[in-house]
């Protein structure tokens, strides 16, 4: 079973959307849908061989679905593990006696055993690089000097910094890890680098430690130690002691922070640093689906300062977020603001303007790349410019407006392309196959759907008029691409009852006579209905419940 298990594919049977019931239904509403759909597909109702064949098909896959989800032990493990689960022969996954939550309990066994042969595989890898551009030419210029100079006439700009680091992890077991890390700096032509060891242990679900060894050619030897320990549901604090060695001596440093959550969405923390450049830190932070509050003031030598910042997120899919922040203090102030955006999948683009005093003027660009982040400080003037201000804003948003129409947009919906292509062959068979059953269903249907429209018609109650399912375009910037529904027009007036349609959240392509027409795409049902003589329209996503007739999909003859 664990091998089964190791692919993470789900099958295409849903056994729930198959009799049309919620997650929860009880026994009761289980067997009257089990009991209906039987009535419509049983073969001896069906004197046509063809139609008997497909009957006798669809009456055993609605019979199978009935058999495990009437069963507690069977449809637990279906809940779980989907149909797989139920293809091992010889109930290997749990034994036949065990209750749903002992089951439950085996699967979440199985799981960490999973975890743990995945973490012996993973590394993972994180980076940073950053590249400094003194850009300060471009407005800090002196006229006398470019006329002494060959080529003066273009501003001079170069890489005067550059940081590269790396780390990765080696799980040794599920408690230990074992981190290896090193870094390589230059600024201004001098340089050095810096390699690092380190062994981390959980010690509890409450807790960890880390031993860590350093060694580098701008600060010697390192030796540290590091904890973090939960001391309550809503209190946690962290500790770590270093020594640096060096010619000048041995240089020690203490660092500890506590942490509280003061409430769902709010952080404090007080933070106590002690060695080269003691300090004392306090900060509150408060985190919500829209906003990201920080405030902190530090005390310490040399650094002393208060900072407010605020980020507003946006509800869109490509999480765009706008930020700014205030920091004021014996070295002088600095505004910033920025934005950032998501570009694909995997990759996040920032930017940031910095306007300080006595620093001048910078623009910060961030590209966050899966666990690697490219960092790209560009000074552009030591003085408070109005044209570098302008320049630095209005630049990387002109740039970056041009490049997503020219090139993200594009490669963006070209990757999408080609994943929903591959998810059509990959699925081709399997959705030739539902599309058959669908077309039987159908068939079988026929006469049903007769009687329930003349029982209907003659108490004034619910006929499907139209009915279609699948990708609906509507968006006129998006007409050359075709719309791919299918007629469920049948299957759904066969599951009309008493003048009710009831649909529960599940998919509905796997509901008696549909199938899924565009594969990996959002679909919706759209339904022309009519109830008392009166006409009614509605439309429904893929996985909504619907329940219909309704007074609000009424169609008003008047407008």
Known sequence: MAAALEEDEIDNDDYYSLLNVRREATQEELKASYRRLCMLYHPDKHRDPDLKRQAEQLFNLVHQAYEVLSDPQSRAIYDIYGKRGLDVEGWEVVERKRTPAEIREEFERLQREREERRLQQRTNPKGT?????????????????????????LPHIEINKMHISQSIEAPLTTSDTAILSGSLST???????????????????KGWGEVELGAGDTHGPLLGLKMFRNLTPRCFMTAQCAMQFSSRGVRPGVVTMLARHLDKNTMGYLQWRWGTQSSM???????????????????GVPHTFIMMSYQYKFQDDDQTKVKGSVKSGFFGTVVEYGAETKISRHSVLGATVSIGVPQGVSLKIKLNRASQTYFFPIHLTDQLLPSAVFYATVGPLVFFLAIQRLVIKPYVRAQKEQELEKQRENTASDIAKKKQEA??????????????????????????????????????SRKHERARVIDVTVPLQCLV???????????????????????GEEKSLKLLYQFRGVMHQVVAGDTEALRIPKQSHRIDNDT
Not at 143 to 151: F, I, L, Q, T, V
Not at 188 to 200: C, K, S, Y
Not at 502 to 517: H, R, W
Request: aromatic share 8%; glycine share 10%.
């Open 129 to 153: 690089i950053s590249v400094g551009v003194d850009a300060t030419d471009l407005f800090d210029r002196y006229e006398e000097d470019y006329e002494e100079m060959s080529g003066g006439g």
């Open 187 to 205: 600024h201004n032509g001098n340089g050095g680098g810096n390699i690092n060891v380190a062994l981390r242990r959980v010690t509890s679900a």
């Open 497 to 519: 009852k008493d003048s009710k349609l009831i649909l529960t959240e599940a998919s509905k392509c796997g509901l008696p006579g549909f199938y899924d027409p565009c594969v």
């Open 281 to 299: 830190n306090t900060s509150i932070v408060r985190d919500t689906k829209t906003s990201h509050f920080t405030f902190a003031v530090q005390l």
């Open 439 to 476: 077309e039987s269903a159908v068939l079988l249907m026929q006469e049903s759907v007769r009687r329930i429209i003349e029982a209907e018609e003659s108490r004034m109650g619910l006929i499907i008029l139209n009915a279609w399912y699948g990708k609906f375009v509507t968006d006129n």
